[in-house]
T-cell receptor, first 111, second 118 residues
């Protein structure tokens, strides 16, 4: 089954509202990466977090890595229509060499 | 950022034929390339990991004789879907990772190949 879960699966927001997606793993993650996939497109790397409790910001996007390194979140402030897409978290489970992708959160921003 | 290309972007084929998909890293040497499969509105499922010059490592449940992977150079990996059937129809995406900084480097994704098997 899916080892890295994301909630919610879908989110519709009005433009200007905030949005948060949560990523949870049953296993400790060595790192967490976030990707954005626009409709019809391919995943594009956004950021990587490695340290326990790490917080990084990119303009309106704030990324957090949990203290136990089993969860992460992506928060978007004041969403814009350009934020539309599916956001995936991905990480290395334990010492695994391959990246495991989360189930994704599809964001729709209504103008 | 690094660029990864995939060819073809879209292919329609008859059941029983084989289809080859190419993945190229255009401006960096990719020691490792990954092949994913994505169903509509679903996450990316890793099919296999290929390292240049060695055999690919397949994920559980992926038939290595059906999905042939070759990584002959540091800039090219190919996925061949042999004797394709309608259930193989999917979006296939490759990604590439440079090896200089270890396995936690970001992955650069190709634009994907949409395969439709009639």
């Amino acid at each position: 089954g899916q080892q890295v879960m994301q909630i919610p699966q879908y989110q519709h927001v009005q433009e200007g509202e905030d949005f948060t997606t949560y990523c949870n793993s049953s296993t400790t993650l060595s790192n967490i990466q976030w990707y954005k996939q626009r409709p019809g497109g391919h995943p594009v790397f956004l950021i990587q977090l490695v340290k326990s409790g790490e917080v990084k910001k990119q303009k309106r996007l704030t990324f957090q890595f949990g203290e136990a390194k089993k969860n992460s979140s992506l928060h978007i402030t004041a969403t814009q229509t350009t934020d539309v897409g599916t956001y995936f978290c991905a990480g290395h489970l334990g010492s695994a060499r391959q990246l495991t992708f989360g189930s994704g959160t599809q964001l729709t921003v209504l103008p | 950022g690094a660029v990864v290309s995939q060819h073809p972007s879209r292919v329609i084929c008859k059941s029983g034929t084989s289809v080859k998909i190419e993945c190229r890293s255009l401006d960096f040497q990719a020691t490792t390339m990954f092949w994913y499969r994505q169903f509509p509105k679903k996450s990316l499922m890793l099919m296999a990991t290929s390292n240049e010059g060695s055999k690919a490592t397949y994920e559980q449940g992926v038939e290595k004789d059906k999905f042939l992977i070759n990584h002959a150079s540091l800039t090219l990996s190919t996925l061949t879907v042999t004797s394709a059937h309608p259930e193989d129809s999917s979006f296939y995406i490759c990604s590439a990772r440079g090896g200089a900084s270890g396995i936690y480097n970001e992955q650069f994704f190709g634009p994907g190949t949409r395969l439709t098997v009639l």
